[in-house]
């Protein structure tokens, strides 16, 4: 008999999982059958690997998986639903691809139980805008995809119950962003099952998420500023599952949604890299390989965005590049963070079961082995140009490296909502290689991790980055944004990609007093470095972990500029960059007396130590001709940056902003 629910958060069933041997090689960089991930068969083993350490974690009932102390907004009763439901987003394409599973009963006694208002583990009725909505989603792609599995052994009292249940979470309120497509997929699997229902408000709810189609290919999130991931692994995931399914009763529609996700494509190949690494930006990082379920998708789908062979290779890249890290506890349990266990970097929305959102990366394995996804040999990336300037999402991408670091310079999205918001979405530089950094606290630079922004200070000890950018720009291979971190202090910032550097210049309109603060990239502080230099308009470091480099155009005394800053070397506390725990940042600092003030640097971050030369030489990445002053190397054999000509084309006078 399964033991009672333990005190304290333990899991239901105390039994040790079968998984720690899968977990060890996770932390050694490997994942079992997972490591090759070359084919459908090896895709196939993963998602069962992943699931298999939830079996011992079954309540009684089965209607609800305890993965750990719950911290997110809503009760346990959702968050242990959440669990349940999230590896049905894998486990429903398994079936319908006709790979066996040995655990599907504990699935079907979960949702006769959750969904009986008579048991003890009834999940509760949903309410509007309630987090047992989301989960709603995933039941209902299983009865679309497997009703063999999850529907048609179930009693027919068990089977009204679902329905009941499911039909009553139709009628509720979602929020207005991507959560309207949860009863659209609900409703595609109850037409599945011959359970009918009013079709008339999901045709509404259609029409509202067609409405935030920007062009392109884009949406937004709802009426807000995000172009985040939800567009690939929501807006245009779901779209496409339901142009798979309800396109011969809806063919308009569905045309619209593939062609839509056919053009998104195209730019969205430009936020991975050639080993398949997208780039950390955004809300629920926590999901990891979701970031790479469009891929699949599309394959889903029967949308040719690119070559089959591509289509594949971006998304098994992806899987690849993601099992070289630490996911999974000692259990084998997917864990909250993103390059490692980091619970701080977690969304308030986000329990213990929520990282199982990745297994949306597993929808193609519902497609038959000869279908062209599968049939076409696995293609790797095509050549890219160096920048791709996306500005439905105010976003410049830029491929360094020979394709091996993709950074994302972004000057138009902000979220207040979301826990460390203006970290995720309002800093200038994003890169696979460094990530990002978010805050550990609110006072002095080492709590505040301010990699890839601009921070300003009236006291010396508490300092405010950008945090929500407007006035957005994109023209000319510049971004622009301004932002007001004081009623009496405006800054215009202006990002400029010369790949692999990026160059920016910022407008400093002051009323007050300010220190400033600019962090280049946040780079691994455990390998001892090879050489480090910081002074007067310069801060750089050479390591294992990678090379780093910002310089103040302005020069030691500021020049044409004005005021010169003083570089130095960051350690911010341990647990803030999303990539590794343990950073540190070159940072320029400055002082500034009210008035107005420009400032300008230029920034390149490397992944591997440099070899002494022109900057870019070698294997890391390729020069610009002419981009420097000279052709040698900069100080010392340092990179050299581009040069002065590069931003003085921005000022007053002669830059293509105009004199305002």
């Given at each position: 008999?399964?033991?009672p629910?333990?005190?304290?958060?333990?899991?239901?069933?105390?039994?040790?999982?079968?998984?720690?041997?899968?977990?060890?090689?996770?932390?050694?960089?490997?994942?079992?059958?997972?490591g090759?991930?070359?084919?459908?068969?090896?895709?196939?083993?993963?998602?069962?690997?992943?699931?298999?350490?939830?079996?011992?974690?079954?309540s009684?009932?089965?209607?609800?998986?305890?993965?750990?102390?719950?911290?997110?907004?809503?009760?346990?009763?959702?968050?242990?639903?959440?669990?349940?439901?999230?590896?049905?987003?894998?486990?429903?394409?398994l079936a319908?691809?006709?790979?066996?599973?040995?655990?599907?009963?504990?699935?079907?006694?979960?949702?006769?139980?959750?969904?009986?208002p008579?048991?003890?583990?009834?999940?509760?009725?949903a309410?509007?805008?309630?987090?047992?909505?989301?989960?709603?989603?995933?039941?209902?792609?299983?009865?679309?995809?497997?009703?063999?599995?999850?529907?048609?052994?179930?009693?027919?009292?068990?089977?009204?119950?679902?329905?009941?249940?499911?039909?009553?979470?139709?009628?509720?309120?979602?929020?207005d962003?991507?959560w309207?497509?949860?009863?659209v997929l609900?409703?595609?699997?109850?037409?599945?099952?011959?359970?009918?229902?009013?079709p008339?408000?999901?045709?509404?709810?259609?029409?509202?998420?067609?409405?935030?189609?920007?062009?392109?290919?884009?949406?937004?999130?709802?009426?807000?500023a995000?172009?985040?991931?939800?567009?690939?692994?929501?807006m245009?995931?779901?779209?496409?599952?339901?142009?798979?399914?309800?396109?011969?009763?809806?063919?308009?529609?569905?045309?619209?949604?593939?062609?839509?996700?056919?053009a998104?494509?195209?730019?969205?190949q430009?936020?991975?890299?050639?080993?398949?690494?997208?780039?950390?930006?955004g809300?629920?990082?926590?999901?990891?390989?979701?970031?790479?379920?469009?891929?699949?998708?599309?394959?889903?789908?029967?949308?040719?965005?690119?070559?089959w062979?591509?289509?594949?290779?971006?998304?098994m890249?992806?899987?690849?590049?993601?099992?070289?890290?630490?996911?999974?506890?000692?259990?084998?349990?997917?864990?909250?963070?993103?390059?490692?266990a980091?619970?701080?970097?977690?969304?308030?929305?986000?329990?213990?079961?929520?990282?199982?959102?990745?297994?949306?990366?597993?929808?193609?394995?519902?497609?038959?082995?000869?279908?062209?996804?599968?049939?076409?040999?696995?293609?790797?990336?095509?050549?890219?140009?160096?920048?791709?300037?996306?500005?439905?999402?105010?976003?410049?991408?830029?491929?360094?490296?020979?394709?091996?670091?993709?950074?994302?310079?972004?000057?138009?999205q902000?979220?207040?909502?979301?826990?460390?918001?203006?970290?995720?979405?309002?800093?200038?530089?994003?890169?696979?290689?460094f990530?990002?950094?978010?805050?550990?606290?609110?006072?002095?630079?080492?709590q505040?991790?301010?990699?890839?922004?601009?921070?300003?200070?009236?006291?010396g000890?508490?300092?405010?980055?950008c945090?929500?950018?407007?006035?957005?720009?994109?023209?000319?291979?510049?971004?622009?944004?301004?932002?007001?971190?004081?009623?009496?202090v405006?800054?215009?910032?202006?990002?400029?990609?010369?790949?692999p550097?990026?160059?920016?210049?910022?407008?400093?309109?002051s009323?007050r007093?300010?220190l400033?603060?600019?962090?280049?990239?946040?780079?691994?502080?455990?390998?001892?470095?090879h050489?480090?230099?910081?002074?007067?308009?310069h801060?750089?470091?050479d390591?294992?972990?990678?090379?780093?480099?910002?310089?103040?155009?302005?020069?030691?005394?500021?020049?044409?500029?004005?005021?010169?800053?003083?570089?130095?070397?960051?350690?911010?506390?341990?647990?803030?960059?999303?990539?590794?725990?343990?950073?540190?940042?070159?940072?320029?600092?400055?002082?500034?007396?009210?008035?107005?003030?420009?400032?300008?640097?230029?920034?390149?971050?490397?992944?591997?130590?440099?070899?002494?030369?022109?900057?870019g030489?070698?294997?890391?990445?390729?020069?610009?001709?002419?981009?420097?002053p000279?052709?040698?190397?900069?100080?010392?054999?340092?990179?050299?940056?581009?040069?002065?000509e590069d931003?003085?084309?921005?000022?007053?006078?002669?830059?293509?902003?105009?004199?305002?």
């Open positions: 008999m399964t033991p629910l333990a005190a304290g958060g333990a899991p239901y069933d105390r039994e040790d999982p079968p998984a720690a041997s899968r977990a060890a090689r996770d932390r050694e960089g490997s994942s079992g059958a997972g090759a991930m070359r084919d459908r068969e090896d895709m196939r083993r993963l998602a069962t690997e992943l699931v298999e350490p939830l079996v011992p974690r079954f009684p009932g089965r209607a609800r998986l305890r993965l750990g102390a719950n911290a997110a907004l809503y009760g346990d009763e959702a968050a242990e639903l959440e669990a349940f439901a999230r590896p049905l987003w894998g486990l429903a394409p319908a691809g006709g790979a066996s599973f040995g655990h599907w009963e504990l699935w079907r006694r979960g949702l006769a139980a959750g969904t009986d008579g048991h003890e583990e009834f999940w509760g009725a309410t509007d805008v309630d987090q047992r909505l989301v989960e709603t989603a995933a039941i209902g792609l299983a009865l679309a995809l497997a009703p063999e599995a999850v529907w048609d052994p179930l009693s027919g009292a068990e089977r009204d119950n679902l329905a009941a249940w499911l039909l009553h979470a139709m009628t509720r309120e979602t929020a962003n991507n309207r497509f949860f009863p609900v409703g595609l699997g109850l037409d599945r099952v011959g359970v009918r229902f009013d008339g408000p999901n045709h509404a709810r259609l029409e509202r998420l067609e409405s935030f189609a920007l062009g392109r290919g884009w949406y937004s999130d709802g009426p807000t995000q172009r985040d991931y939800y567009v690939p692994f929501a245009h995931f779901y779209g496409l599952v339901y142009a798979a399914l309800a396109g011969d009763r809806d063919p308009a529609r569905a045309e619209r949604l593939r062609g839509r996700a056919a998104f494509a195209l730019d969205f430009h936020w991975f890299t050639s080993d398949g690494a997208a780039v950390p930006f809300r629920s990082l926590t999901y990891r390989f979701a970031q790479g379920a469009f891929w699949g998708a599309l394959g889903f789908a029967g949308v040719e965005a690119l070559p062979g591509e289509v594949r290779g971006h998304l890249r992806h899987l690849r590049w993601w099992l070289r890290r630490p996911l999974r506890d000692a259990s084998g349990l997917l864990t909250l963070g993103y390059g490692y980091q619970p701080a970097l977690a969304e308030q929305y986000n329990a213990p079961g929520s990282p199982y959102w990745a297994m949306k990366a597993f929808l193609p394995l519902a497609l038959a082995d000869d279908h062209p996804f599968w049939a076409a040999g696995e293609e790797p990336a095509r050549e890219l140009p160096e920048t791709s300037l996306q500005p439905e999402a105010g976003v410049a991408l830029m491929r360094c490296e020979e394709g091996r670091q993709v950074v994302m310079l972004s000057a138009g902000h979220n207040a909502w979301v826990r460390h918001g203006p970290a995720k979405y309002a800093k200038f530089a994003y890169s696979t290689s990530g990002f950094s978010v805050p550990a606290g609110s006072w002095g630079l080492e505040g991790a301010f990699d890839g922004t601009l921070a300003l200070s009236d006291d000890t508490h300092w405010r980055p945090e929500a950018p407007g006035d957005l720009s994109v023209r000319d291979g510049l971004l622009h944004a301004r932002w007001e971190p004081w009623p009496d405006e800054v215009d910032t202006w990002l400029l990609p010369r790949s550097w990026h160059v920016r210049v910022h407008r400093v309109r009323g007093g300010l400033s603060a600019e962090g280049a990239f946040a780079v691994d502080r455990d390998p001892v470095a050489r480090v230099a910081e002074g007067p308009g801060a750089r470091l390591s294992p972990a990678g090379l780093c480099v910002i310089e103040d155009l302005g020069g030691p005394s500021g020049g044409p500029l004005g005021t010169g800053r003083a570089g130095e070397l960051v350690r911010p506390l341990p647990g803030t960059n999303v990539v590794v725990p343990r950073t540190v940042i070159p940072t320029l600092r400055g002082e500034h007396e009210p008035g107005e003030h420009w400032l300008a640097c230029a920034i390149l971050g490397l992944s591997g130590p440099y070899d002494a030369g022109p900057y030489a070698g294997p890391r990445g390729s020069r610009t001709p002419g981009s420097g000279s052709g040698a190397g900069g100080p010392a054999g340092w990179p050299e940056p581009p040069g002065l931003v003085l084309a921005l000022l007053p006078g002669g830059h293509p902003f105009g004199t305002g």
